[in-house]
């Protein structure tokens, strides 16, 4: 099944798109991580996209479509997979559609105000990528790693200028793809409020 994940920063989307491409063995394909992982060792894109992501903008759509599209090509993704960040605008979605099939597009719902604070909340060990979260998932002692006592930041695009922003353009560039998956008969909404356990099994309840 190859799937689309929609929502604002911090709906959920990375969580549950881990879980469910673990449980169905297909590849959860961040664009964000993707991103991140160029940005960490230095390489052009990931140079061009440091500056843009950290003011919470998004990557030009050329860049975009180049890397997934590419990604899409290995061994592991033709049983499946789970795009999660990505298509993010309409022109994204119409240059996916030209190289690959979309089963679903699921949209997670959630408020903006539940969304500021899940996401001023997260912190993160930058070293091995775990994620905690101030209210929700504390560390055991606060503001270290729990498995190496290491301090966690809380990464620029997190902080509440940059999440407004990126509220901002979610809303203005990337909303419109629920209409675009909702006139093909491809959207399936999910209710991102409660807790992880009960949005994963109402995910898994919607693609059966």
């Known amino acids: ?35 991140r992982a160029a940005m960490a060792r230095g390489t052009e894109l990931g140079l061009k996209a440091k500056a843009i992501m950290e003011a919470g ?3 030009p759509d050329e860049l975009t479509i180049a890397m997934v599209r590419e990604r899409l090509d290995e061994p592991d993704a033709r049983n499946g997979y789970i795009l999660d960040g990505f298509p993010r605008t309409i022109p994204q979605a119409e240059a ?3 190289f690959a099939t979309i089963d679903r597009a699921v949209r997670f719902e959630l408020a903006e105000d539940q969304l500021v604070r899940r996401l001023s909340g997260r912190r993160v060990h930058k070293p091995s990528g775990r994620i905690y979260h101030v209210d929700f998932s504390p560390p055991k002692e606060p503001g270290k790693d729990d498995a190496t006592g290491e301090p966690l930041i809380q990464r620029d695009d997190d902080k509440e200028d940059a999440i407004r922003n990126r509220l901002k353009v979610y809303h203005e560039q990337t909303a419109p793809l629920v209409s ?29």
């Open 57 to 59: 903008d998004l990557v």
């Open 1 to 35: 099944m190859n799937l689309v994940f929609l929502g604002p920063p911090g709906a959920g989307k990375g969580t549950m798109a881990s879980r469910l491409a673990e449980e169905m063995g297909i590849p959860h394909i961040s664009t964000g991580d993707m991103f």
């Open 180 to 208: 675009y998956y909702e006139k093909k008969g491809m959207l399936t909404t999910i209710d991102a409020s409660p807790r992880p356990d009960a949005v994963y099994e109402a995910l898994k309840k919607a693609l059966e």
């Open 96 to 98: 996916l559609d030209g």
